[in-house]
């Protein structure tokens, strides 16, 4: 994946959701022939030269500060995370080569192992799922997949049985995982792993590609989900991340957890206790 392609498309496709209108701008020169606002109009805003904005544009980031990106950033009305994803495609910043670590550490274990009726995933830096618990396997049977494929990118776009555990929630999830992998692209957009990952779904899903195209850029700590699960029904749980500023290697760790007294506890107990698929620690 070219980071210079990326800024660009980024760029023109934030541009072209802003109304003209909203600048004071309807009605002037003529008839529009595509949406939102024209590269003059957006420079002349940022008070940026047309021709500096258009080599941006075009993904050339040459002698471009980070004074003109943020005045770009509020003319183009984005967000934080979006801010932060401009930043980095712009001035990608130097990432160190990590090799993908094959066992977690002894006390990580442990509280994988502690939470006998509660999923959690630990996860490394290109939505890999390094290390599961039993529950987790309720939800999601990683053990029986090659490793190349335990991601969180290919249990919502490729595994079709997750997928149907979704429902109606997998669209609105599926949009908040691909937001998040922009992030994940903003901190090290010259990963090769990752944009390798990146590339990989867009060849491999159609679903996966349409909402790359979409740009959007959030960055997420916790939600809800709503589970259809194949042998109890509907689950409900809460999901957590912490982040593992100690383990280099690895990036977060993702806890699902159901209300106390609910019939969504009862069922995780349930499952945990009768599943037979394998948590991680079961394939050392």
Do not use: C
Request: aromatic share 6%.
């Amino acid at each position: 994946m070219d980071v210079r392609t990326e800024l660009s498309r980024f760029l023109k496709s934030r541009r072209a959701r802003l109304k003209p209108e909203d600048f004071g701008l309807a009605g002037q020169g003529g008839q529009r022939r595509v949406p939102g606002l024209r590269r003059e109009e957006l420079a002349s805003l940022a008070g940026v030269s047309v021709a500096h904005y258009t080599r941006l544009e075009q993904g050339h980031t040459e002698n471009v500060s980070a004074d003109v990106l943020d005045a770009i950033a509020r003319t183009l009305r984005l967000n934080e995370e979006e801010r932060v994803y401009l930043h980095g495609l712009a001035h990608p910043p130097q990432v160190s080569p990590r090799v993908p670590r094959l066992r977690i550490r002894d006390g990580l274990q442990r509280v994988l192992d502690s939470m006998v009726y509660s999923p959690v995933f630990v996860l490394g830096h290109h939505t890999d799922i390094v290390a599961w618990n039993r529950p987790a396997a309720v939800l999601v049977d990683l053990a029986a997949m090659p490793p190349e494929q335990r991601t969180w990118s290919h249990q919502v776009f490729l595994n079709e049985e997750y997928r149907l555990m979704l429902g109606a929630e997998w669209r609105a999830f599926a949009g908040a995982h691909v937001a998040y992998l922009r992030v994940l692209l903003a901190r090290s957009p010259e990963d090769s792993r990752l944009t390798a990952h990146i590339g990989a779904m867009r060849e491999s899903s159609e679903d996966f590609r349409r909402l790359w195209d979409e740009h959007d850029v959030a960055l997420w700590s916790h939600r809800g989900y709503v589970f259809t699960h194949p042998v109890v029904g509907e689950l409900r749980l809460t999901g957590e991340t912490m982040l593992l500023p100690g383990d280099p290697d690895l990036s977060e760790l993702e806890l699902l957890v159901a209300e106390p007294g609910s019939a969504t506890e009862a069922a995780m107990r349930y499952l945990a206790s009768t599943t037979d698929r394998r948590a991680s620690a079961d394939l050392a």
